[in-house]
Nanobody
Framework: QVQLVESGGGLVQPGGSLRLSCAADGTFFSINNMGWYRQAPGKQRELVAV???????NYAEFVKGRFAISRDNAKNTVHLQMNSLKPEDTAIYFC???????????????WGQGTQVTVSS
């Protein structure tokens, strides 16, 4: 069984910064992509950023230049550094990981429980 445990959300003023962290806990063979998604009230969940096992990154246009994703493969963790936050960044942020439970198994997407980020003065 695999769990993704998130931390780091909270309330911040516009222009401020937050750092989200997510750790994959459990027994598994490997992790492929790790990423962050967000869902604002009344909206669909959307991709924020993703990082491959090799370190390649991809960002949604609305966070380019402001957010940075990173991962530590040895610790099975992924982080999202969020700078210059705007009120429209307010959402629940979800960690995602493509986990291979055992060798030769396909990768399975796992989700964290979500962490609230609120940007408001």
């Amino acid at each position: 069984q695999v769990q993704l445990v998130e931390s780091g959300g909270g309330l911040v003023q516009p222009g401020g910064s937050l750092r989200l962290s997510c750790a994959a806990d459990g027994t598994f063979f490997s992790i492929n992509n790790m990423g962050w998604y967000r869902q604002a009230p009344g909206k669909q969940r959307e991709l924020v950023a993703v990082v491959t096992s090799g370190g390649s990154t991809n960002y949604a246009e609305f966070v380019k230049g402001r957010f940075a994703i990173s991962r530590d493969n040895a610790k099975n963790t992924v982080h999202l550094q969020m700078n210059s936050l705007k009120p429209e960044d307010t959402a629940i942020y979800f960690c995602n990981a493509e986990v291979r439970p055992r060798a030769l198994n396909p990768h399975i997407p796992y989700w964290g429980q979500g962490t609230q980020v609120t940007v408001s003065s």
